[in-house]
C-alpha cells in the first residue's frame, strides 16, 4: 500500500461499493486495517475484486470509450478506447479532449490516436478499422 | 436464380453466428457460408463500443468492436465464404435456404446443416401502448446507440430513458459523455433489468436519476417529444396517477427488452419455448429439425456475449459432425424443468449418452431476486448438482454444471428438476 492509501484507509470507518470488473457485481466492504497493517475487505470472491475494492475507495479509475470523427472514410466515426483506466475525475476533461480531434482515414484497430491524453499516462487507441474511401 | 451448396449455412453474422462458422471450418466442414443482412460482419457488436466483452473467452476486457474483430479475422484466415448485404427470406426442413442480395438477385442454397443465428431486436413502444402524440424524439436504445456510435447522429439533449436494461444504462452513460443531459432512467419493477455493475458504472458514476417501480403514462409534444409524465406503479404494476410528474425533454429512449427473432425459425416449423421465445434446443444446440441448429440470442437473450460465442461453437461443431457424418444419436432424452424460482432452462433437453464425454453446462434464468440460494439440479430424489449463490437476479443468468459422473445414473431418468431455492 502506498501512504496515501494508507491515510485514505484511516480517514473513514467502512465503506461499501460493487465490484464492476465484471457481471456478478459483488457487493465488496472495505473496512479498516487488520493487525498487520492490510486493509480489511469482505464480500470479493476473487484476488482482482479485493484489488478494485482498495482502489475504488482510494483512487477510483474507469476506462472510458467514445468515438472520434474520421475523414475520407467507408464509416463516418472511428470507435476509441484508453488504452489503461483513467482517474475517475479525469474522465470528462479527457472527453473534452478527445471531442477535438479529428482523423483522416485509414485508421487501424490498435493505433494511437492521443497519446498520454492530459497527462494521464492513458494512450487513446482505435477499437477498430475504418477503411478509406476510393 | 442462382444455386449454391455448401456444407453449413449460417444465417447471422455476429458472435453466435461467427463463433459457429469458425467451429464448423475446424470441425471439418469444408464449404461454410455465412449469410449476412447487413453490409458489414459482426452483427450488433460494432456498435457496443463499450468495454465489457471477452472476460470469459479471453480473459481481457474488450469493446465490442475489438471482440468481434477476433472473431472476423480468424473467418478470414480460414478464408471462409460470407454473403453481406443478403438477406434470408425462408428456411425448409430439408435444408434449403432462399435469399436476396443487390448483387445476386434471388438465391437458393442447399446446405448440409444450417446454424440460426439471427440474435433479438428491441421491444418496441407499441409493444408497451404507452398513451400520447406520435411525436419525433422516440427509439429503442439500441437505434440511439447506432445513431450515436456509427452513424454520428446525437439523438437529442434532453433524454428519459424508459426501463433499466444494459442497453439503455450504457446509453445514458453515452448520452452524458456526448454532452446531452439524461434527465431519468425509469423502471417499473423494484429492481433493475440489466447488470448491477452498468447501475453503478453508467448511472452512479454520473449522478444520473433512477426512478424504480415508477413509469412512463404519457408521451407530450406534438412534432417532438416535449415531456414525458411518470407515475409510481403499485404492485399490479399499474401507475397511481396522484403520484404523476412531468419531465421536460426532447427524447424518449426505450431500453424495455430484447425479442429472439425467430420469424424465420417460426415459418421453418421447429418446436419453440414459450418462455425464451427461441426454439427448443439440445446439447448439440439442435433445434427439434434434425440439421437445424439454433445458437446466441435467437435461443434466449444472454446477458455475456461469451455465451453467445459458446453456444455458436458448439452449434458449428454439431453442424459440421451433422453435414459430414448424419445425424447424432441423441435418445434417449431428458427433459430440463424449471423449479422453483427459475424461469427457462437451456438447453432444454439433453441426452445421457453426450454426458459420458464432457459435463454439461445448462444456463438458466431466474423469476425474481433472491439472496443466499441454493442451485440443485434434482432427479426424483436425488441431487446431482448443488452450488451455493450469495445473490441471484433474473437480469444475470447462471450456470449449473451437469457432472459426467452422473451419466449412469442419468440414463434410468427423463426428467431433471431444476431449483434454486433460500437456504434457511
Do not use: W
Not at chain 2, 459523455?177 to 419493477?189: D, M, P, S, T
Not at chain 2, 440460494?373 to 450456470?399: H, M, N, T
Amino acid at each position: 500500500m502506498t501512504q496515501r492509501q494508507e491515510e485514505m484507509l484511516g480517514s473513514f470507518k467502512k465503506k461499501d461499493v460493487i465490484c464492476i470488473l465484471c457481471p456478478k457485481g459483488c457487493p465488496l466492504t472495505v473496512a479498516g486495517q487488520d493487525k498487520k497493517g492490510n486493509p480489511k475487505i469482505t464480500g470479493a470472491e476473487c484476488k482482482e475484486g479485493k484489488e478494485y475494492a482498495l482502489q475504488e475507495i482510494t483512487d477510483p479509475r474507469r476506462v472510458i470509450t467514445t468515438s472520434i470523427v474520421v475523414t475520407g472514410g467507408r464509416l463516418p466515426l472511428a470507435s476509441v478506447r484508453t488504452s489503461v483506466a483513467i482517474p475517475k475525475d479525469t474522465v470528462l476533461p479527457c472527453l473534452e479532449e478527445i471531442r477535438k480531434v479529428t482523423l483522416g482515414a485509414p485508421i487501424h484497430i490498435g493505433d494511437i490516436i492521443v497519446p498520454d491524453v492530459l497527462g494521464t499516462g492513458a494512450n487513446i487507441i482505435a477499437t477498430r478499422d475504418v477503411a478509406a474511401t476510393q | 436464380m442462382i444455386e449454391h451448396r455448401c456444407d453449413v449455412a449460417v444465417v447471422g453474422s455476429g458472435a453466435g453466428g461467427l463463433a459457429a462458422a469458425v467451429a464448423a471450418r475446424e470441425a471439418g466442414a469444408r464449404e461454410v457460408l455465412v449469410l449476412e443482412r447487413d453490409n458489414i460482419l459482426g452483427g450488433i457488436l460494432p456498435q457496443c463500443i463499450h468495454t465489457g466483452f471477452g472476460l470469459e473467452i479471453f480473459s481481457e476486457d474488450l469493446t465490442g468492436p475489438e471482440y468481434i474483430h477476433r472473431f472476423v479475422a480468424r473467418a478470414l484466415e480460414l478464408q471462409l465464404p460470407t454473403a453481406l448485404n443478403t438477406m434470408v427470406l425462408e428456411i425448409t426442413s430439408n435444408r434449403e435456404l432462399y435469399a436476396a442480395s443487390p448483387e445476386e438477385g434471388l438465391l437458393k442454397i442447399k446446405a448440409g446443416a444450417v446454424v440460426l443465428a439471427m440474435g433479438c431486436r428491441e421491444r418496441t413502444r407499441g409493444a408497451l401502448a404507452i398513451p400520447g402524440t406520435r411525436p419525433a424524439g422516440i427509439m429503442t436504445a439500441g437505434l440511439a446507440q447506432r445513431f450515436v456510435n456509427i452513424e454520428g447522429y446525437m439523438p437529442g439533449e434532453r433524454i428519459v430513458v424508459l426501463g433499466s436494461g444494459d442497453v439503455g444504462m450504457i446509453m445514458a452513460r453515452r448520452f452524458t459523455f456526448e454532452g446531452a443531459h439524461v434527465e431519468a432512467v425509469v423502471e417499473i419493477l423494484p429492481y433493475i433489468g440489466g447488470l448491477i455493475r452498468n447501475k453503478v458504472q453508467c448511472l452512479d458514476d454520473y449522478g444520473i436519476p433512477l426512478f424504480l417501480e415508477h413509469t412512463v403514462t404519457e408521451i407530450l409534444g406534438n412534432m417532438r417529444v416535449t415531456g414525458v409524465k411518470i407515475a409510481k406503479v403499485n404492485e399490479d404494476l399499474e401507475p397511481i396517477l396522484e403520484t404523476g410528474r412531468e419531465i421536460a425533454c426532447d427524447t424518449l429512449v426505450l431500453s424495455v427488452g430484447l425479442i429472439p427473432e425467430n420469424e424465420l425459425s417460426e415459418k421453418l416449423g421447429v418446436e419453440m419455448d414459450s418462455v425464451t421465445g427461441g426454439p427448443l434446443v439440445n446439447e448439440l444446440m439442435e433445434t427439434s429439425i434434425p440439421g437445424i441448429f439454433a445458437c446466441g440470442n435467437v435461443v434466449h437473450v444472454c446477458d455475456i456475449v461469451d455465451n453467445v460465442t459458446q453456444m455458436g461453437l458448439v452449434a458449428g461443431k454439431s453442424a459440421a459432425r451433422f453435414a459430414l457424418e448424419g445425424p447424432a444419436e441423441t435418445e434417449p432424452r431428458i427433459r430440463l424443468r424449471p423449479g422453483e424460482n427459475v424461469r427457462y432452462v437451456v438447453p432444454q433437453t439433453i441426452s445421457a449418452a453426450r454426458l459420458a464425454e464432457a459435463p454439461l453446462p445448462l444456463h438458466l434464468r431466474v423469476a425474481r431476486p433472491d439472496e443466499n440460494v441454493r442451485v440443485s439440479i434434482v432427479a426424483g430424489r436425488r441431487c446431482i448438482f448443488d452450488s451455493r449463490e450469495k445473490a441471484v437476479a433474473p437480469g444475470e443468468a447462471l450456470i449449473a454444471s451437469i457432472p459426467t459422473s452422473a451419466a449412469e445414473f442419468l440414463a434410468q431418468v427423463d426428467e431433471l428438476q431444476i431449483d434454486v431455492q433460500q437456504v434457511k
